[in-house]
């Protein structure tokens, strides 16, 4: 018999219910940062569910990073400003259960820092570039490798916040704590970490001098070719096409 396949449906529970219509007051703007939930009291009623079920979708949303509910406070649950917390650990999970390959992670870090560098290139103040050369010089300096990793952050931050755009400075933090989290065990057996370290400064040196120079287009190309230079070996080979179509 022909028609539609229908697949089984799932049994909602009470409390997905509940966090479903707290997010969606909260994505509507129904409910802002600092705003309290009513009461676990007046949950229950407004619900029409038990304290429990009101309790289990609390815990859900705090999971989540919505709200913030504490062990006998009167009050309801306050609503939290948005944080890049809650997509870290989208894109963590996704990146663990493997939905997100590392080629892919990587690739997207080649788009976003490489446009966060074109932006810089044309947005960034002259307090901006100091403090790129400023990570620059301290990551000439570090004494260790943790050290210098800590001014390399610094220099990508600076990159980012220069763009101009909040979301490339969140997406990019993110994305970068992840790639680095998968690949930290093999960045620390790398057998010459000073070569290393030496190569990444000459790529940061370059892409500065891009910036500096107002040279959008440059100062992308030259990071896309930096991201490639320093992940691509960490990448299976069959992967790497991926990134290599994103270099000129």
Same mark, same amino acid.
């Given at each position: 018999?022909?028609?539609?396949?229908?697949?089984?449906?799932?049994?909602?529970?009470?409390? #997905?219910?509940?966090?479903?219509?707290? #997010?969606?007051?909260?994505?509507?703007?129904?409910? =802002?940062?600092? #705003?309290?939930?009513? =009461?676990?009291?007046?949950?229950?009623?407004?619900? =029409?569910?038990?304290?429990?079920?009101?309790?289990?979708?609390?815990?859900?949303?705090?999971?989540?990073?919505?709200?913030?509910?504490?062990?006998?406070?009167?009050?309801?649950?306050?609503?939290?400003?948005?944080?890049?917390?809650?997509?870290?650990?989208?894109?963590?999970?996704?990146?663990?259960?493997?939905?997100?390959?590392?080629?892919?992670?990587?690739?997207?870090?080649?788009?976003?820092?490489?446009?966060?560098?074109?932006?810089?290139?044309?947005?960034?103040?002259?307090?901006?570039?100091?403090?790129?050369?400023?990570?620059?010089?301290?990551?000439?300096?570090?004494?260790?490798?943790?050290?210098?990793?800590?001014?390399?952050?610094?220099?990508?931050?600076?990159?980012?916040?220069?763009?101009?755009?909040?979301?490339?400075?969140?997406?990019?933090?993110?994305?970068?704590?992840?790639?680095?989290?998968?690949? =930290?065990?093999?960045?620390?057996?790398?057998?010459?970490?000073?070569?290393?370290?030496?190569?990444?400064?000459?790529?940061?040196?370059?892409?500065?001098?891009?910036?500096?120079?107002?040279?959008?287009?440059?100062?992308?190309?030259?990071?896309?070719?930096?991201?490639?230079?320093?992940?691509?070996?960490?990448?299976?080979?069959?992967?790497?096409?991926?990134?290599?179509?994103?270099? #000129?």
């Amino acid at each position: 018999m022909g028609g539609p396949r229908f697949e089984p449906v799932r049994a909602v529970r009470a409390y #997905e219910r509940v966090v479903e219509q707290v #997010e969606e007051a909260i994505e509507s703007g129904s409910l =802002s940062p600092g #705003e309290r939930l009513p =009461s676990e009291r007046e949950l229950m009623v407004q619900f =029409s569910v038990s304290r429990s079920t009101v309790r289990e979708a609390l815990r859900v949303l705090q999971a989540r990073g919505l709200v913030r509910s504490r062990p006998g406070d009167p009050h309801g649950a306050e609503v939290l400003p948005f944080t890049p917390a809650a997509l870290h650990k989208s894109m963590t999970t996704l990146a663990r259960v493997a939905e997100l390959s590392l080629a892919e992670l990587v690739q997207f870090r080649m788009v976003l820092d490489s446009s966060a560098s074109l932006l810089a290139a044309r947005l960034r103040t002259d307090g901006q570039l100091a403090e790129m050369d400023a990570a620059v010089g301290r990551m000439r300096a570090a004494a260790d490798h943790d050290a210098f990793v800590a001014e390399d952050v610094a220099f990508h931050d600076v990159v980012a916040r220069a763009s101009g755009n909040k979301l490339i400075q969140i997406c990019t933090d993110v994305v970068r704590s992840i790639v680095l989290g998968l690949i =930290s065990e093999k960045l620390a057996a790398a057998p010459d970490k000073r070569a290393l370290m030496r190569q990444t400064i000459e790529h940061h040196e370059e892409v500065l001098a891009a910036v500096r120079a107002g040279d959008g287009p440059l100062a992308a190309r030259l990071t896309r070719e930096a991201m490639y230079d320093y992940y691509a070996d960490y990448v299976p080979a069959g992967e790497r096409p991926a990134l290599r179509a994103l270099l #000129e």
